[in-house]
């Protein structure tokens, strides 16, 4: 692994506590399952916060523009501290949720958005797909610990607020942190930038376009997995949803200490068709999984899946604009991702409740991966996106045009 600035290893750091926290939510479906929920209700609730992430996303490409970003980051971390509390006041079935939601949704993107701009900001872009891989690292480990520690605690018959609890705490490490690691080199980027258009140009662009659509089809996947396999899991099988977790983490984690240092080595259009081909595999392998043989499987190509697609796809995205509309893009693929897990989830919810099998939704996110390919497919005539990335200029040789 390449060594980085010090500033990226408080981050990775921050970032860890920071989802150690968010991902413990991945138990809230299982939560308001027990409360009495239907899917279609825990689609609505469980993804009703991308919306406001989606908004927070596109809007916040053009705030930081010559703010602190450090200090951003701080403002997403205190707001979602204050949702994560919000929970402990909720013991039954309520739309009142949807505040919290809003603003769980709110503090998310601004946490997510303003770590990934500052590593794109202080790694060249050649480094940027091992780093923003190496980085995520950080936020894809807590998605095995905290699922497998949360199921823990409610074995032993503690109510979920203390993983509500939990999370606060987490959430106000990172907190911590932020006023602890050293500061950006702000004196050009806290330099007011001339007024420039929204992030929402960038759409305009057909290879931008494409691009983003492969990127909500990823994200609608993830957001499929971590809404509806926890109890697709507990009602169908007798295994724990958390081994699904810990394989897919533990794979993605070797992929990302190895493998993805060699992505700058081969063409893109062969590893994401391929990585895309296999993640049409993996929910269709759904279908059959009744044996430990078969979980474990389908866990590895996750793994595989999302730690080589995360990375790579963001890299491009960011890598096949102007240095000035970077920060933008960044959070353009950040709004793509959690639109396509806000779409599959809320749409797929009510699927499932229709046909009362989780397997639809399943075949459905597979027939939509081998459809991300031909999107992919179509972008590449509007150019290579190796050439795009290797001919992008240095983002750490000028931080003010950056974001």
């Known amino acids: 692994m390449k060594r980085y600035n010090s500033i990226f ?110 590593i794109f900001e202080i790694v060249p872009i050649k480094d940027a797909a091992e780093a923003i891989g190496i980085y995520g690292i950080t936020g894809a480990l807590s998605n095995a610990i905290s699922p497998f520690f949360g199921e823990m605690i409610l074995s032993y018959g503690y109510p979920h607020q203390v993983i509500f609890a939990l999370s606060v705490v987490l959430v106000l490490s990172s907190l911590v942190i932020t006023f602890i690691m050293p500061c950006l080199d702000c004196g050009t980027a806290a330099k007011p930038l001339p007024t420039s258009r929204g992030s929402l140009h960038l759409l305009a662009k057909p290879k931008f376009l494409l691009m983003a659509l492969v990127s909500i089809i990823f994200g609608g996947g993830f957001g499929v997995i971590v809404t509806y396999l926890p109890n697709f899991i507990r009602t169908t099988t007798s295994f724990k949803f958390s081994y699904f977790f810990i394989i897919y983490i533990s794979i993605l984690i070797i992929i990302r200490f190895t493998f993805i240092k060699q992505v700058g080595r081969i063409k893109r259009s062969a590893l994401l068709t391929a990585v895309l081909a296999v993640g049409a595999l993996m929910n269709v392998f759904m279908n059959f999984l009744d044996s430990i043989i078969v979980l474990i499987i389908v866990s590895v190509m996750y793994g595989i899946t999302h730690g080589i697609l995360y990375p790579v796809l963001n890299t491009i995205q960011v890598s096949i604009v102007e240095p000035h509309d970077r920060g933008k893009a960044n959070a353009l693929f950040t709004a793509s991702f959690n639109g396509g897990m806000m779409i599959f989830a809320l749409t797929l919810g009510f699927l499932i409740d229709y046909l009362d099998s989780y397997l639809a939704a399943f075949d459905v996110c597979a027939i939509m991966f081998l459809g991300a390919i031909i999107l992919f497919k179509a972008a590449l005539r509007y150019g290579s996106l190796e050439a795009a990335e290797e001919a992008a200029p240095d983002i750490a040789m000028g931080s003010e045009q950056n974001l």
């Open 9 to 118: 290893y408080y981050l990775a750091l921050a970032n860890f506590l920071f989802f150690l926290g968010n991902s413990l939510y991945i138990l809230l479906p299982v939560y308001l399952k027990n409360l009495g929920a239907s899917e279609s209700y825990i689609g609505i609730m469980n993804n009703v916060d991308k919306i406001f992430t989606i908004i927070s996303a596109v809007t916040l490409g053009s705030i930081m523009q010559g703010r602190d970003r450090i200090r951003l980051l701080r403002v997403g971390y205190i707001i979602l501290a204050c949702a994560y509390a919000s929970y402990l006041l909720v013991t039954s079935l309520t739309w009142s949720l949807l505040l919290i939601r809003v603003m769980h949704g709110i503090g998310f993107s601004v946490a997510m958005i303003l770590g990934t701009s500052i």
